[in-house]
């Protein structure tokens, strides 16, 4: 692969060591790196096999369909209450180690206004420290009800890929639903009725090897037999 470009890395295969960036060729530019890419001096390489992506304005990030993930500072994930003690809530982020989250991290936080989280809450955080002891994380809210599940962490990019996946637009044009989609490979749906919950949890889970068209016929066709029955 050493005659392609750098530039030209963008949606193409890559594998560790792969030179996907020359930040000499990229004056008065500032790049913010994503998982599976590191800086040697002025070279941003590949540190893991997948496929190089970028996002407006300024985004590279290596994506791989693995179930493990790797903390990234500024990734959102969506984390378990795992326990609690008196400065951090310790959360469940599918890291390799349990993430802190201060108290005080929330909106208005004080004290003598401490958040209660019961085990087993789940959150919608974003990581604001990653390392191998722990990372530590913000929080954003609580997400009650609803169903969450798990899938791989190339899925939960595609989900919040910009424009909006076919998956999730053809489900749009269709049901109301609230998602909230962690880079850790979670996915939290709600909508009013039960049955549409597990229509979108369902759909989504089905999408991950279909191309555009084939997702938006899935949906299409999923819709079609629930319509068929209840008629």
Do not use: H
Request: with cysteine; net charge neutral.
């Amino acid at each position: 692969m050493a005659e392609i470009a750098p530039a030209n890395f963008v949606d193409q295969s890559v594998v560790p060591g792969d030179v996907v960036l020359d930040l000499t060729e990229m004056a008065n530019q500032t790049i913010k790196l994503g998982g599976g890419l590191r800086q040697d001096c002025d070279a941003i390489a590949a540190m893991k096999a997948g496929t190089l992506r970028f996002s407006r304005p300024n985004k590279y990030w290596v994506e791989t369909s693995q179930k493990r993930y790797v903390p990234c500072v500024e990734d959102s994930v969506l984390g378990i209450v795992v326990d609690s003690k008196a400065d951090n809530f310790l959360v469940d982020i599918k890291g390799p180690s349990l993430a802190f989250l201060p108290v005080l991290a929330f909106e208005g936080g004080t004290r003598r206004n401490i958040p209660k989280f019961e085990v087993g809450t789940l959150l919608y955080v974003r990581v604001v420290k990653a390392n191998p002891a722990g990372g530590k994380a913000a929080e954003y809210g609580s997400l009650k009800d609803g169903y969450m599940f798990e899938c791989s962490t190339g899925l939960s990019r595609m989900l919040l890929s910009s424009p909006t996946c076919p998956v999730l637009a053809a489900l749009g044009r269709n049901i109301s639903f609230e998602i909230a989609v962690g880079l850790n490979g979670r996915v939290w749906v709600n909508a009013t009725e039960a049955d549409k919950v597990i229509i979108v949890a369902n759909a989504i889970m089905n999408s991950e090897s279909l191309s555009g068209v084939q997702q938006i016929g899935m949906v299409d066709k999923l819709l079609k037999k629930i319509n068929d029955l209840a008629t």
